[in-house]
């Protein structure tokens, strides 16, 4: 082999050598930055974790009054009074009325634990709430065979586990009165850097994601429009309730229905208690006070207006996000019971979210719909 060709092939060898030892490097430098980057989101997850919550809160809350503060910004030059303005609105929309709830039903279930606790203490403990409900057991005993059953031992128990679980209820809203100020602060000190930086912190969020210029707008156009379709869905939820509250308490006799149906408004937020944190107690000051038959009515009518939650939610979401109502409602309800109270947005994003990403991925793989396979198939 001539000596020009065997040089010519030396550095053709050194080359090839020279670039798998960089591909090699590349590949080692990527994968230890993906370790890095791995092992430092998950630290970060484990500072934020404990705020997640409130700063998700503070998302939707964004989102929801975000068209408010861009007209106040318009108005107002500068960015930081416009974020300190509409986050001060939004204490005074959102805030204020939750202290005014916990307020008004912290005050009166303290009425009635006073006036069962005084009314016990003179006639011997639990046996004033056996006595009262002396009568509807008779009444019962005429259908139902009760000669096997203490129900005075029965009742007893009832009232010292349901004494026990309200001291310590207590106790830990107690000990949360801390965690709960810190979490607010972290709420509206978020909300304000959302409303000044919103438009920065969205392209920072785009430009992260690994997506088209598109997709990132297709993704949190629809995760912004899936937070307001719930917020709208807890407004119309807490509109419906409310009206409902007010009609039955007008029914029954309930002083100043108007008030307690808006209080039953507020309540309806709350996920597994919501109104029944006003109309039970209602009841049952009813029932202790003799009006056996309101204090079932009204029982029936708030039991039965809870259930416009189910049906209420689900169609105004459903109906923004164009998704269908039963994955709505399971949404919904598979949110609440695993995140709580957040569930009721984090649920319906989620299922959102999911859908636009199998959209997405039909789309970069140029897969047909369902309906141009049915098409296909009956051509």
């Keep these: 082999m001539p000596r020009k060709k065997r040089g010519h092939l030396k550095r053709t060898g050194r080359i090839t050598n020279r670039a798998l030892e960089l591909h090699v490097r590349q590949q080692a430098n990527t994968w230890f930055l993906l370790t890095l980057a791995a092992l430092a989101l998950y630290l970060s997850y484990l500072v934020a974790q ?9 998302v939707v809350l964004a989102v929801a009054f975000y068209p408010l503060h861009a007209k106040i910004h318009v108005s107002l030059a500068r960015a930081n009074l416009a974020a300190t303005l509409s986050t001060v609105l939004v204490i005074f929309v959102v805030a204020v009325p939750a202290v005014l709830l916990g307020f008004v039903v912290s005050r009166e279930l303290g009425h009635l634990h006073r006036s069962l606790a005084q009314d016990s203490a003179a006639q011997g403990g639990g046996a004033y709430l056996v006595h009262v409900l002396e009568a509807p057991v008779r009444l019962l005993g005429r259908y139902v065979d009760l000669s096997q059953v203490d129900v005075r031992s029965t009742l007893l128990g009832w009232v010292a586990a349901a004494s026990k679980y309200l001291v310590g209820v207590s106790g830990r809203a107690m000990r949360d009165v801390l965690s709960l100020i810190v979490d607010t602060v972290v709420v509206f ?7 000044r930086d919103g438009d920065w912190f969205k392209q920072q969020v785009a430009a992260v994601l690994p997506l088209t210029r598109e997709q990132s707008t297709r993704l949190l156009s629809r995760t912004s429009d899936t937070i307001v379709a719930s917020v709208y869905g807890g407004i119309a939820v807490g509109l419906s309730q409310g009206l409902l509250a007010s009609v039955g308490f007008w029914i029954v006799g ?3 229905p108007a008030l307690w149906g808006l209080v039953t408004a507020l309540a309806s937020l709350i996920p597994a208690v919501g109104t029944a944190l006003v109309w039970v107690p209602a009841a049952v000051l009813l029932a202790l006070s003799g009006h056996w038959i309101k204090a079932a009515i009204l029982l029936a009518w708030g039991a039965a207006a809870g259930q416009t939650a189910a049906v209420v939610r689900p169609y105004v979401v459903a109906g923004r996000t164009k998704i269908h109502n039963l994955l709505i409602f399971l949404a919904l309800l598979g949110g609440v019971r695993t995140f709580g109270f957040m569930g009721i947005f984090i649920g319906p994003v989620v299922v959102s979210v ?10 970069a793989n140029a897969l047909p719909t369902s309906e141009e396979r049915a098409k296909a198939a009956a051509e």
């Excluded at 000190?189 to 409303?195: I, K, R, V």
């Excluded at 999911?354 to 789309?363: A, G, K, N, S, Y």
């Design 189 to 195: 000190f978020t909300l304000f850097f959302l409303f």
């Design 254 to 256: 309930v002083p100043a």
């Design 354 to 363: 999911t859908i636009v990403l199998l959209d997405m991925l039909r789309e």
């Design 50 to 58: 404990p705020f997640l919550s409130a700063m998700f809160a503070a």
